[in-house]
Nanobody, 121 residues
Framework: QVQLVESGGGLVQAGGSLRLSCAAS????????MGWFRQAPGKQRELVAA????????NYADSVKGRFTISRDNVKNTVYLQMNTLKPEDTAVYYC??????????????WGQGTQVSVSS
């Protein structure tokens, strides 16, 4: 069983930055691929960024490439999402997820409760 707790959301002006954190319980964190998803009101959930268990492989949604960076610390059992040059369209609830591979994160086994990110224009 893995429990995920996100933090770091908030209100920021367009062009600003935020760093989200997702702390995981358990002793097998490095076995899991991790992902950050977001869901805006009236829109479907989308994968923003994903990272392999080792941290060596990552992938990003086209809309955030060059602005967001996913990373992980397998000693601290934490995954991060550094978000720079934020835009109003980045406003959403952000969730982290843990699964067996990056390719299957949409059906991940474990999800956090979400953290709100709001970007004002």
């Amino acid at each position: 069983q893995v429990q995920l707790v996100e933090s770091g959301g908030g209100l920021v002006q367009a062009g600003g930055s935020l760093r989200l954190s997702c702390a995981a319980s358990g002793h097998t964190f490095s076995r899991y691929a991790m992902g950050w998803f977001r869901q805006a009101p009236g829109k479907q959930r989308e994968l923003v960024a994903a990272i392999s268990g080792s941290g060596l492989s990552t992938n990003y949604a086209d809309s955030v490439k060059g602005r967001f960076t996913i990373s992980r610390d397998n000693v601290k059992n934490t995954v991060y999402l550094q978000m720079n040059t934020l835009k109003p369209e980045d406003t959403a609830v952000y969730y982290c997820a843990a699964g067996s591979s990056r390719a299957t994160l949409n059906s991940a086994d474990y999800w956090g409760q979400g953290t709100q990110v709001s970007v004002s224009s």
